[in-house]
């Protein structure tokens, strides 16, 4: 089966409400985050059977247990030891869709 580009662009703007280019970031540049981005990649991974056994959610978005931490946040922010999260583009999740298997993205 043939993977074009512009069906998954659309996908994914189905499931996130905005316009994806290549280099739209995921989760910076879209309009989701925590257990919403992890369904994202879930429901990716089923429709485009992709193998997402190397991706680590952790890494690229935040998840809800985060979010209902106020103290940790606070403190984190005072500090200024934040947790960075990775990002990829809207290409390289088109890549990994095409390959069938999730790679990190090299910056």
Do not use: C, R
Not at 63 to 91: C, D, P, R
């Amino acid at each position: 089966m043939e993977i074009i580009k512009e069906e998954v662009y659309a996908y994914l703007k189905l499931m996130t409400g905005d316009e994806i280019k290549d280099d739209t970031l995921f989760f910076d540049g879209v309009s989701i985050d925590g257990l919403d981005a992890e369904q994202m990649m879930i429901q990716i991974a089923e429709k485009y059977s992709v193998d997402l056994s190397e991706y680590d959610p952790a890494n690229y978005h935040f998840n809800e247990a985060e979010i209902t931490n106020f103290l940790l946040g606070i403190s984190q922010a005072i500090s200024g030891k934040s947790k960075k999260y990775a990002s990829f583009t809207a290409l390289h999740l088109y890549n990994v869709v095409k390959a069938g298997k999730w790679s990190s993205p090299t910056n």
